[in-house]
């Protein structure tokens, strides 16, 4: 069984601020990581997802996000926000199982809120 | 390329009454699934298809939750009777044999009063 915690439930930030979105899981097998986008009344966007290789992933909209194995994290970071970054995140996670792994059956932490003020 | 579909947007409905959303996915797409949204809650998986197949459906509630994608294509989920907790967004998610991402729709968002 897999788990999400997203660590803050709201982040308020200044435009042009550095942020960084927490992300913790737990699992019994090898994941794969992804941070979704939903904008007011959307559905959900792909913004980076890890799979191998190097821990750092870069996305789409200037985010990148670091998987850390040892702390069990894969915490999602933006050098400068901009107004219209402001939405709410989700970090999920799948994992390989015995019949293969369906990257789309995902399991989602409770979501943190970005408000970007100007 | 078209996105994935679903229809209705919004449904209000009152308790004990049925309600049925229909989905889309990108064409091509073999594997659907479909997610509900609490509000204030990451979404959380109730079905996965494989084609017209079931995968995983050991989320779905089934006394009351059913949901079939007879041809491989498009798919309806249906909930009789609705209660007031079922209220949520339901999201439909679809994704390529071999892609590592699932690509979702705008979602349906339940009111049940």
């Known amino acids: 069984a897999q788990s999400v915690t997203q660590l803050d439930s709201q982040v308020p930030v200044f435009e042009e601020a550095p942020v960084e979105l927490r992300c913790n899981y737990s699992?019994?097998?090898?994941?794969?990581l992804f941070w979704y986008v939903q904008y007011p009344n959307q559905g959900l966007q792909l913004l980076l997802k890890?799979?191998?290789?190097?821990?750092l992933v870069k996305g789409i909209n200037g985010f990148e996000a670091e998987f850390n194995k040892s702390q069990t994290s894969f915490h999602l970071r933006k050098p400068s926000v901009h107004i219209s970054d402001t939405a709410e995140y989700f970090c999920?996670?799948?994992?390989?199982?015995?019949?293969?792994?369906?990257?789309?059956?995902?399991?989602f932490g409770q979501g943190t809120i970005l408000t970007v003020h100007p | 390329e078209a996105g994935v579909a679903q229809s209705p947007r919004y449904k209000i409905i009152e308790k004990r009454q049925s309600v049925a959303f229909w989905c889309n996915p990108i064409?091509?797409?073999?594997?659907l699934y479909w997610y509900q949204q609490i509000l204030g809650q990451g979404p959380k998986l109730l079905i996965q298809?494989?084609?017209?197949?079931?995968?995983?459906d050991s989320q779905l509630p089934k006394d009351r939750f059913s949901a079939e994608r007879l041809k491989g294509v498009d798919s309806t989920l249906k909930i009789q009777p609705a209660k007031l907790e079922d209220s949520a967004v339901y999201l439909c998610?679809?994704?390529?044999?071999?892609?590592?991402?699932?690509?979702f729709g705008q979602g349906t968002r339940l009111t049940v009063v």
């Open positions: 998610a679809s994704s390529s044999t071999g892609a590592t991402e699932a690509f």
């Open positions: 699992s019994s097998v090898s994941v794969y």
């Open positions: 999920a996670v799948s994992g390989a199982n015995a019949g293969g792994t369906s990257y789309g059956k995902l399991t």
């Open positions: 298809f494989q084609n017209n197949g079931v995968v995983d």
């Open positions: 064409s091509g797409h073999a594997t």
């Open positions: 890890y799979l191998s290789g190097s821990t």
